[in-house]
């Protein structure tokens, strides 16, 4: 009695007919006269993937299965299909050197089977990286702390599998936008690779992992920034993240170093930015003042400080509150950060020669009510904005200065004419962000002696003593760590402010003798608290602590 196997009789056959089609397949390369390929024995870069989407890929019958610079390898089940050569021509189009090979149908389902393993994301044109689906969302909301991020890593990392590089760059971004990081920072070292996040405004070490990792990790970003693959200098570009409605911009800089490529990729995340004015922090003294000054047909309004001490956020503030139907506003920025309906935004672009001053030019040609310059760094910026304030127009800009009274100097550095500001600079700000102590963990203990006189020397110097009735000076709070804040204390930022508003006494300082000095002398009796004072009043409220003002402001000037 013979037993028949019905399963393998069935693989038999199965396999018969695979052989019958990849000798289809090579008869047919023959005669196209293009290689043939049997791509169950090809390993697939699965990046390349992202160069058609699977659903083109399966209409076309055909598959991208191999990218290195701009040399692309594509499969074909036929090379006069029509919907293919349509793709292979704009792929083409955009400068790279195709090779096209013969394959089985059964090759083509192996390629489009790796579309699953593009983890949770897809490219989209223009550089974007869509991570719009429910299984990205459910992570964002399953990463709490920057230990969620870690151990995800470390998941990933133990995988052999070739798509991991794609699933540890977005858990590296998704982590960063779900705890709020505003920049990630990959640094090597000899034998291993440093992440860290800033996260308000301080560096925090996340994980480590290995070199051979690192270097796929960069070509991944350089990819997608459309950077350069084989150049090793420093290189600047960007790529987006579509995330359900909000689209965050992610700007690339890559740098040389002893190891390798150092990469800090900034996020730009629009809910960041858009705060209303009541919530940045600002005393109320202050903010009565600068609704005031918002409300001027004319003049300008500067805010200065270092990079990423929250100008731009308060400059956007001030935009939301001015913004009404019967008034023309344009912004000249670089980035874009935040899309505000019903105000013309544009972006300053180098290489096509449109620069703060030909932008700002450009505005005032379109009769705007309202202008905002998003930094003034040169003598045409800074005359041509004096200019449009002198000219009937609001002006909002940035200055990197240090604190409010050493705008004047700074703008007459520029080249300013001095005799110029006085009619056209309304106010002058400056500001510094502190971290806001986390509310479920502070701790208030009694002041020490020494930071008790520190307190009272910076209280007692206070002119308008109403701003601070009531202030107790025997207590203040704690950073201590729980796993709200991540251990670290401290949860969110506020801004610590100052300003000097433009009057006879500052006029005549600016015009007789311009110096810092004489400048903040002039504007003590307007009664404004300074950066040190409003500081002090937050350290006073629990708001922030000493150690975190003496961080970002010197307290012994």
Not at 350 to 378: C, H, W
Not at 516 to 542: F, Y
Request: aromatic letters at 4%; one cysteine or more; glycine letters at 6%.
């Amino acid at each position: 009695m013979i037993d028949f196997d019905e399963d393998k009789q069935d693989k038999r056959i199965a396999t018969l007919r695979k052989q019958e089609e990849e000798h289809l397949a090579q008869i047919m390369a023959e005669k196209f006269g293009i290689p043939y390929l049997d791509l169950t024995a090809v390993p697939i870069d699965i990046d390349a993937l992202r160069y058609v989407s699977e659903t083109e890929a399966r209409e076309a019958s055909l598959a991208v299965f191999n990218a290195l610079d701009k040399k692309i390898d594509i499969a074909v089940l036929s090379p006069e299909n029509k919907a293919a050569q349509e793709i292979i021509k704009k792929i083409e189009e955009k400068g790279n050197i195709v090779t096209v090979h013969m394959v089985s149908h059964n090759s083509l389902e192996k390629v489009w089977g790796r579309y699953k393993d593009l983890s949770y994301s897809f490219e989209t044109k223009g550089g974007a990286l869509d991570i719009s689906n429910d299984q990205i969302t459910d992570f964002l909301s399953s990463v709490h702390t920057t230990a969620d991020v870690a151990t995800l890593i470390n998941e990933v990392l133990s995988m052999k599998k070739a798509y991991r590089i794609s699933r540890i760059l977005e858990i590296i971004l998704a982590g960063a936008i779900a705890i709020k990081a505003s920049d990630i920072h990959l640094e090597p070292e000899e034998t291993f690779v440093r992440l860290r996040y800033r996260l308000d405004g301080v560096l925090t070490d996340i994980t480590e992992f290995d070199l051979d990792t690192f270097r796929l990790l960069l070509s991944r970003i350089k990819l997608i920034s459309n950077l350069k693959l084989n150049v090793g200098s420093a290189q600047d570009g960007r790529f987006s993240i579509k995330l359900s409605n909000t689209e965050i911009e992610i700007r690339t800089s890559l740098l040389p170093g002893a190891y390798s490529e150092s990469v800090v990729l900034r996020v730009l995340n629009p809910d960041s930015i858009s705060v209303g004015l009541e919530e940045l922090g600002i005393n109320e003294h202050l903010l009565k003042i600068l609704m005031h000054e918002i409300e001027k047909p004319n003049g300008m309004m500067l805010n200065t400080g270092p990079t990423g001490s929250g100008k731009t956020t308060t400059l956007y503030a001030f935009l939301k509150k001015v913004h009404v139907p019967g008034i023309k506003i344009i912004t000249i920025e670089n980035p874009i950060e935040y899309h505000l309906e019903g105000i013309v935004q544009t972006q300053t672009d180098e290489k096509k020669n449109y620069t703060f001053n030909e932008g700002l030019r450009s505005a005032l040609r379109q009769d705007p009510d309202i202008i905002m310059v998003g930094e003034i760094r040169d003598q045409e910026t800074a005359e041509t904005s004096i200019n449009a304030a002198l000219t009937g127009h609001l002006v909002f800009s940035t200055l990197h200065t240090n604190n409010a009274s050493g705008t004047f100097p700074r703008l007459v550095d520029l080249g300013v004419n001095p005799k110029t500001l006085s009619s056209a600079i309304n106010i002058a700000m400056a500001q510094r962000l502190v971290r806001r102590l986390c509310k479920e963990c502070k701790k208030e203990v009694p002041v020490t002696e020494t930071d008790k006189k520190l307190i009272d020397s910076v209280m007692d110097s206070v002119v308008d003593k109403t701003q601070i009735e009531g202030l107790k000076r025997d207590t203040y709070f704690q950073a201590v760590g729980c796993p709200q804040c991540n251990n670290i204390g401290y949860k969110g930022r506020i801004g610590i402010h100052e300003a000097i508003r433009m009057d006879d006494a500052i006029e005549k300082v600016i015009n007789e003798n311009l110096s810092e000095r004489e400048i903040k002398k002039a504007s003590l009796p307007q009664g404004i608290l300074d950066l040190k004072q409003d500081g002090i009043v937050k350290v006073l409220k629990g708001i922030t602590t000493l150690d975190e003002l003496s961080r970002v402001v010197d307290m012994e000037e």
